[in-house]
């Protein structure tokens, strides 16, 4: 009776283990076929980001950079087709000093002075300037307070920053690369002196393209602000280069041509 007692026993317990068994097996494989599937289900997303997501993230994580490179290849590229297709100069005739003019000016000043005044500056002067960035376009509608703030940044930019900075940076920055003197109040009074010769029409042609161009600048994210600005400012640089960019000739230079002109007709003659 013990006998069969304990075979009982036994037998009972070869079941539970069986038992036991054949649920832990079917459990490891349950995880391992979900595993696989989320694996193969994530990986083509992961895939198939859109470009656009990866480029405005490049754009979000590095706005300076980014608008710095722009700002330095657009004006350079302007004042470039301005010489080659307004002026119709060959690549031989390309004035590479004028150029620089604007190599140098869209680096410091569009790319790197502009960006700490309407980023940096901009957020601490005008407050609501991040939040009402966010917002839709219908709810920046109803906000009183971001629309004060945009309609001052568009006033800033008209009345301060374009006429009292940027146009005396400008010419200055020309005195610079095309000047002969190594004077920097040479360069400064050469460069407010050609800048107030040119007011009227600088101030007009500003307000022209600006006015609207601001109205729409300062309602878009933060992180593309700039970078619109510089595609604006494409087509205000090759103004700018066709009006403002060729460098006056030196007396001396003058002279030298002159002579040359009448050497060439002597010889026709």
Not at 43 to 68: M, Y
Not at 95 to 120: E, H, P, S, T
């Amino acid at each position: 009776m013990f006998a069969v007692a304990r075979l009982t026993t036994i037998n009972s317990g070869r079941r539970l283990f069986t038992s036991s068994t054949k649920c832990l097996k079917s459990s490891a494989e349950a995880t391992v076929k979900n595993t696989a599937t989320e694996g193969v289900a994530s990986k083509p997303a992961a895939v198939a980001k859109p470009a656009a997501e990866v480029k405005e993230g490049i754009v979000k994580r590095n706005p300076f950079a980014f608008q710095l490179g722009v700002a330095t290849g657009k004006t350079m590229a302007a004042d470039l087709m301005t010489q080659v297709l307004a002026e119709g100069k060959s690549f031989d005739e390309i004035d590479w000093k004028r150029n620089g003019i604007f190599v140098v000016f869209g680096f410091a000043y569009l790319g790197g002075f502009q960006y700490w005044l309407m980023v940096n500056k901009y957020r601490q002067w005008f407050p609501t300037m991040d939040r009402f960035a966010k917002l839709s376009f219908m709810n920046k509608l109803k906000d009183t307070a971001g629309l004060l703030d945009a309609a001052k940044m568009v006033i800033f930019d008209l009345v301060v920053h374009l006429p009292m900075m940027y146009f005396p940076t400008y010419y200055v920055v020309k005195e610079l690369v095309s000047g002969t003197s190594w004077n920097p109040l040479e360069w400064a009074k050469d460069g407010v002196t050609k800048y107030s010769n040119n007011l009227s029409d600088d101030l007009s042609a500003m307000i022209k393209l600006w006015g609207p161009s601001d109205c729409i600048q300062f309602i878009l994210p933060v992180h593309i602000r700039l970078p619109f600005r510089h595609f604006v400012s494409f087509f205000w640089t090759a103004y700018v280069s066709f009006t403002r960019g060729s460098i006056e000739k030196t007396q001396e230079e003058q002279t030298t041509t002159q002579i040359m002109e009448q050497v060439v007709e002597v010889k026709q003659a």
